[in-house]
């Protein structure tokens, strides 16, 4: 017994050895930049020299910054466009695809594909698409006729935002199709052959039995959107770095400039842009939090 | 036997240490150099290798990076008080100047090899009588321009901005595929290094704007939201409004313009002195091209032109080498090293003697505009970019010269008060 009970202890011991490793990388690259980054939001600091402890100081500016609030209402847009989009369409298209065939397996790929490509040179790459004078987007128009479609699109702050929302949906929708297929396998078949016997058409099978079996995955995917959303950062520098003067301006790429500066910035505000940073998790935590709330308040099961 | 082994230990430990201690005493002094200048990707290892073989007793290792990366790598090793040596701060010049980061040349060289510069590419770095860099190369703006495309219609060389309005409107009644003056302030530079000089253009008056810049250390009340600078403002829209640019001036990059230019679907390109060495490199064979100063504001006054730099190197005064920095960058502006590699990478050089030795055509005559050199780089705290997405406002039409103005005003304030 006492034997059993030691080799017990000795794998726990040597269980939490081996973690060790993996929790000192934790500690150093998570927990310990994360707290310093509390700490500098609480400073004045150029990024050189002693940092000046200011208390609430970064905050209280924030508060007064009409270009914070400017990207953060920016960013609630793009959490609430992507949200919605980027959770609709996925779902919609994973069960159109969900039947294997050559076909679907054919779609569900392509639209995977372009998640492989990173957000920068999915970026460039739009920006070059939506270019006013020769971009693929607008020859593609004139050549059919639609000329009085053609825009401005990234150079116009009412089109700016729109295309920046379409690339996104554009990269990430075959990453949650994924994700919504992978949810439908675990959908019993049973559920819609009852269902089918009670009369039910594809629509209402998809409404009332869909939906609400495909929820737990629903809640996943609407948490990363809304994380997503928050910190959203490099499809925007790369296609309009905040502009044209701050129309896509969101709370990171504000941060990014106050912190490393877009060409020409010669002076970091790395306490500010640490501020900022800590309202990004703030608003990032308390989303997924609501979120969960009423997640776990509407829990079904079958 | 337990006596002996921990004899012959100590034995090997000294002899260890001695031969640590021998080494470290004929061990080279290694100086770090870090820069974004792509252009001298060639010419740096020349410089470096000969300097190396000539001085073992200090070696150099130098690091170019592309500018997109450079000054988050340099500020994250400054914050990490990692930076090299010497090192191109660019933008940061002053600030990491004033923050003591950078040494002040004025106490650690000479008279005489700081009056070898041309006087202005030194003052651009001299604030309240301290030197925080050393101006690498110099520059002038100029307006590119396709030859075939102004000899099939043509157009002569504008002396004025009026003229560059109406010669755009002639290109673009003969060919409407053409654009006159591809411009891509996507990412916002272009349209600060265009604006800037325009108010000296408009003023005659080069140190207005570096007193809008600093402020603390100016004797006349200055502010962005004023006549001058509303009145160059002005200038851009007319600019906008006359057609001169293509449409959407904010939705496209300035590679993109330029590779427009380049097509041969855009007559000019607004560009600095460091473009005839990247149309070298880049333009399709047979690309006929030149360059023409930058248009006065009205006839018979000064074709005020951007001269600043922003290749400029400093010495880190956290070096515990500033001594050796200092003497490899004395050997990298000797004439027999500094003039070559200029000629090499088709660089504006900074010096008087390498000034006057020039003979690239178009870099001569760009240099020659250097007299009418106007400031356009903004070092002072949150002015370059307040003054970047006010004239992006402007160029896409979101707001009006005055507007603008209040926007520049009001933001660095803003900054400057926090």
């Not at chain 1, 905040?242 to 990171?252: D, F, I, L, R």
């Not at chain 2, 870099?363 to 997405?389: F, R, T």
Request: proline share 5%.
């Amino acid at each position: 017994m006492r034997k059993a009970h030691s080799l017990e202890k000795s794998q726990h011991i040597f269980g939490y050895l081996m973690i060790i490793p993996a929790l000192l990388f934790f500690v150093i690259f998570v927990v310990y930049p994360s707290l310093d980054a509390v700490g500098l939001s609480l400073c004045f600091w150029h990024g050189y020299g002693e940092r000046v402890f200011v208390g609430l100081q970064n905050y209280i500016n924030l508060f007064h910054d009409p270009v914070f609030w400017l990207a953060f209402k920016n960013n609630i847009i793009f959490v609430i466009a992507t949200t919605i989009l980027q959770t609709l369409i996925p779902m919609v298209l994973a069960v159109m695809l969900v039947k294997n065939s050559f076909l679907n397996t054919f779609f569900r790929v392509s639209y995977f594909v372009p998640n492989v490509i990173s957000f920068i040179i999915t970026g460039s790459l739009w920006a070059m698409i939506f270019e006013p004078n020769f971009g693929l987007l607008n020859t593609i128009l004139q050549n059919l006729g639609l000329e009085t479609w053609k825009q401005l699109w990234l150079a116009d702050p009412k089109w700016a935002f729109p295309c920046i929302i379409f690339v996104s949906l554009w990269q990430s929708m075959g990453f949650y199709l994924v994700i919504f297929y992978a949810g439908l396998q675990g959908i019993p078949e049973e559920v819609y052959e009852a269902a089918s016997v009670d009369g039910a058409d594809s629509l209402r099978k998809f409404l009332f039995i869909t939906v609400p079996l495909l929820r737990p995955v629903t809640t996943v995917v609407i948490i990363i959107n809304v994380i997503g959303g928050f910190k959203v950062f490099d499809l925007i520098w790369a296609m309009t770095t905040g502009g044209p003067n701050h129309a896509t301006e969101v709370m990171a790429t504000y941060l990014y400039t106050l912190a490393f500066g877009s060409i020409g910035t010669g002076t970091p505000h790395m306490g500010y842009a640490a501020a900022i940073g800590i309202m990004i998790l703030i608003f990032s935590v308390l989303a997924s939090v609501v979120q969960l709330w009423v997640r776990e308040a509407d829990t079904l099961e079958y | 036997m337990l006596r002996k082994i921990g004899g012959i230990g100590v034995v090997l430990i000294l002899s260890g240490l001695l031969l640590m201690a021998t080494a470290s005493a004929q061990e080279a002094v290694t100086i770090t150099m870090w820069t974004w200048f792509d252009d001298f990707q060639a010419a740096f290892p020349k410089i470096v290798d000969r300097w190396n073989a000539e001085h073992p007793e200090i070696r150099v290792e130098q690091q170019i990076f592309s500018l997109d990366e450079y000054l988050q790598k340099l500020q994250a090793a400054v914050a990490g008080e990692s930076e090299p040596d010497i090192l191109a701060p660019h933008v940061m010049v002053r600030s990491l100047g004033e923050g003591g980061v950078t040494i002040d040349f004025n106490e650690w060289l000479d008279e005489e090899f700081l009056n070898s510069f041309a006087p202005s590419t030194i003052r651009q770095f001299t604030w309240d009588g301290h030197l925080y860099s050393l101006p690498w190369t110099a520059q002038t703006f100029g307006i590119f321009y396709n030859k075939d495309i102004f000899e099939e219609m043509g157009l002569n060389i504008p002396e004025t901005w009026d003229e560059l309005i109406e010669i755009s409107h002639t290109i673009r009644e003969i060919d409407g595929s053409i654009q006159p003056l591809p411009f891509g302030n996507r990412d916002k530079w272009l349209g600060c290094d265009f604006f800037l000089p325009l108010i000296t253009q408009v003023t005659d008056d080069p140190t207005l704007l570096i007193e809008l810049d600093r402020r603390t250390d100016s004797e006349r009340e200055v502010s962005w939201n004023s006549e001058p600078v509303i009145e160059a403002l002005e200038l851009v829209k007319k600019l906008v409004e006359g057609e001169v640019f293509a449409p959407g001036i904010n939705g496209i990059a300035n590679e993109q313009a330029l590779t427009i230019f380049y097509m041969g679907k855009g007559a000019m390109f607004y560009s600095g002195s460091w473009l005839p060495v990247t149309i070298d490199r880049e333009a399709p064979q047979g690309f006929n091209w030149d360059v023409f100063e930058t248009p006065a504001y009205a006839p018979g006054k000064r074709h005020w032109t951007g001269n600043e730099s922003g290749a400029n190197l400093a010495v880190s005064a956290r070096s515990k080498h500033i001594e050796e920095a200092l003497e490899f960058l004395r050997f990298m502006y000797s004439p027999e090293v500094y003039s070559p590699a200029m000629v090499e990478a088709r660089g504006m050089p900074a010096t008087m003697e390498a000034l006057q030795g020039l003979e690239d055509p178009t870099i001569k005559k760009m240099a020659s505009w250097l007299e009418d050199g106007a400031p356009h780089i903004l070092y002072g705290e949150g002015s370059w970019d307040a003054v970047a997405n006010a004239v992006q406002g402007l160029m896409g039409g979101q707001l009006t010269p005055e507007e603008a103005a209040a926007q520049i005003e009001n933001d660095v304030q803003r900054v400057r008060g926090r």
